[in-house]
């Protein structure tokens, strides 16, 4: 079965953290690429962050310094620390895998329900 599930997210306040967690199946978690999209009420879904299966990562600019993807192998499990929060963070995040780190929407095969952040000033 192919599965990513994601948790953690929530309302919080400007200047707040928050952790995401995303959870794949094997058949995902060994081969590819973890990703975070996020789209806000009305906007495009955009890039967050990604990672590979050796730990290395990429950001969005606008969230560079502030948020960090991280993955346990262990617990086939990925995390995007989001620290500094502000409210135009606020979006549904969704969990994503695909062979390679790309940008696009549709480099990405696999999808998670999404999870909503809320951001209040």
């Known amino acids: 079965q192919v599965q990513l599930v994601e948790s953690g997210g929530g309302l919080v306040q400007a200047g707040d953290s928050l952790r995401l967690s995303c959870t794949a199946s094997?058949?995902?978690?060994?081969?590819?690429?973890i990703a975070w999209f996020r789209q806000a009420l009305g906007d495009k879904r955009e890039f967050v962050a990604a990672?590979?299966?050796?730990?290395?990562?990429t950001y969005a600019d606008a969230v560079k310094d502030r948020f960090t993807i991280s993955r346990d192998n262990a617990k086939n499990t990925v995390y995007l620390q989001m620290n500094s929060l502000k409210p135009e963070d606020t979006a549904i995040y969704s969990c994503?895998?695909?062979?390679?780190?790309?940008?696009?929407?549709?480099?990405?095969?696999?999808w998670g329900q999404g999870t909503q952040v809320t951001v209040s000033s």
């Open positions: 994503v895998s695909g062979p390679l780190v790309r940008f696009a929407t549709w480099e990405y095969p696999y």
């Open positions: 094997e058949r995902i978690w060994s081969r590819n690429v």
């Open positions: 990672i590979t299966f050796s730990g290395d990562s």
